[in-house]
T-cell receptor, first 112, second 112 residues
Framework: GEQVEQRPPHLSVREGDSAVITCTYT??????FFWYKQEPGASLQLLMK?????EINEGQGFTVLLNKKDKRLSLNLTAAHPGDSAAYFC???????????FGAGTRLKVIA | DAGVTQTPRHEVAEKGQTIILKCEPV?????LFWYRQTKIQGLELLSY????????DGGAFKDRFKAEMLNSSFSTLKIQPTEPKDSAVYLC??????????FGSGTRLTVL
């Protein structure tokens, strides 16, 4: 079945620096890709949903890149600020398949 | 719009007790998931319902964990009997036809 590897497990950056989190997956049929943010003591909040047909997706303060050839999904926080400090999880699913596979998470700390 | 509602937020149980966690999915969603989240294991799927029918019962969690969905707007997760290793955050999530997962705030369970 699908396997998702997320790197790095921990990341510390200074305010204003960029932060990059990457997930690699194994199933070439994966169709939906998600990034979630989880602040301490809170639940998972959807950051962005990506379809397999879209390679570059821009959100507020971040960019999500999907490289289907390398089966790699990345989240790039362009100018991190302390409010970005949280755990980030990627998730991958097949079309209409309930089996969402989550990465192990990245704990990001942004130092002011 | 109301999101996924979980109660209680915190639960403390003695070893051997029975506890019941509750979840109300997003109105109109037909998929409901129960996950367990720990730092070591990450997100583990416990149960999955589609249109109130149990589709996945979480394999290794079948023994003491039982999820039910009596109607489309309410689900429970019963753990009986509880063990200290069950201490974790239990997350309920819902979606429409296996698209974007929306998570509740979770129930933090501590078993003494």
């Amino acid at each position: 079945g699908e396997q998702v590897e997320q790197r790095p497990p921990h990341l510390s950056v200074r305010e204003g620096d960029s932060a990059v989190i990457t997930c690699t997956y194994t199933d070439p049929n994966s169709y939906y890709f998600f990034w979630y943010k989880q602040e301490p003591g809170a639940s998972l909040q959807l950051l962005m949903k990506v379809f397999s047909s879209t390679e570059i997706n821009e959100g507020q303060g971040f960019t999500v890149l999907l490289n289907k050839k390398d089966k790699r999904l990345s989240l790039n926080l362009t100018a991190a600020h302390p409010g970005d400090s949280a755990a980030y999880f990627c998730a991958v699913s097949d079309t209409g398949n309930y089996k969402y596979v989550f990465g192990a998470g990245t704990r990001l700390k942004v130092i002011a | 719009d109301a999101g996924v509602t979980q109660t209680p937020r915190h639960e403390v149980a003695e070893k051997g007790q029975t506890i019941i966690l509750k979840c109300e999915p997003v109105s109109g969603h037909n998929d409901l998931f129960w996950y367990r989240q720990t730092k070591i294991q990450g997100l583990e799927l416990l149960s999955y319902f589609r249109s109130k029918s149990l589709m996945e019962d979480g394999g290794a969690f079948k023994d003491r964990f039982k999820a039910e969905m009596l109607n489309s707007s309410f689900s429970t997760l019963k753990i009986q009997p509880t063990e200290p290793k069950d201490s974790a955050v239990y997350l309920c999530a819902s979606s429409f036809s296996a698209e974007t997962l929306y998570f509740g705030s979770g129930t933090r369970l501590t078993v003494l």
